[in-house]
């Protein structure tokens, strides 16, 4: 082989040693690439648990996230149908209140009614005494002119 042959491979020799010396892949990139697949790994693992443990708290028949939505979905019914139920209920208190408030007016006017009545009454058992008083009187000064007219 030639000199120059010798010098172009020396030379291509050469290049290959310097790209082979500034490779991060040859110095150490290996080792950082696979640190980074190891903690990747670590991360996963850690993500995976979290989604199992979401997966549970939604899924889980007793107390996930699903169970407790549909509880309270049947809550909801039970008491739509309380509500429907008690409604008319409710109207029928409502007209019973005023009812109640119409018949205690109409019972406070019946009293009212029934102490003027007595007042009455008694007003009147009073005027009777006066008028069986005037009666009497002028009874008497009837018969006492009849007298006085027979005996003259």
């Known amino acids: 082989m030639s000199d120059e042959t010798l ?4 030379q291509k020799i050469e290049i290959l040693e310097n790209r082979i010396c500034s490779a991060k ?19 996963q693992a850690d993500v995976l648990e979290g989604i199992r443990g979401v997966k549970q708290n939604l899924y889980e028949p007793d107390s996930g996230l699903f169970s407790r939505v549909k509880d309270l979905e049947v809550e909801s019914i039970r008491r739509q149908e309380f509500i429907n ?3 008319p209920m409710i109207s ?26 007595s007042k009455l009454q008694d007003w009147k058992a009073g005027m009777q005494k006066v008028i ?11 018969v006492k002119h009849f007298m006085d007219l027979m005996m003259k």
Not at 7 to 10: G, I, Q, S, T, W
Not at 27 to 38: I, R, T, W
Not at 102 to 113: G, I, N, R, T, Y
Not at 132 to 142: D, N
């Open 7 to 10: 010098k172009l491979v020396l």
């Open 132 to 142: 069986w008083l005037l009666a009497t009187a002028a009874g008497g000064m009837w």
């Open 85 to 87: 139920e008690v409604k």
């Open 92 to 117: 029928q208190h409502q007209e019973v209140v005023l009812w109640k408030k119409q018949a205690e007016k109409e019972v406070d006017e019946v009293e009212e009614l029934r102490h003027e009545i």
């Open 25 to 43: 892949s040859l110095n150490g990139g290996f080792d950082k690439l696979a640190n980074d697949v190891e903690h990747i790994r670590e991360s």
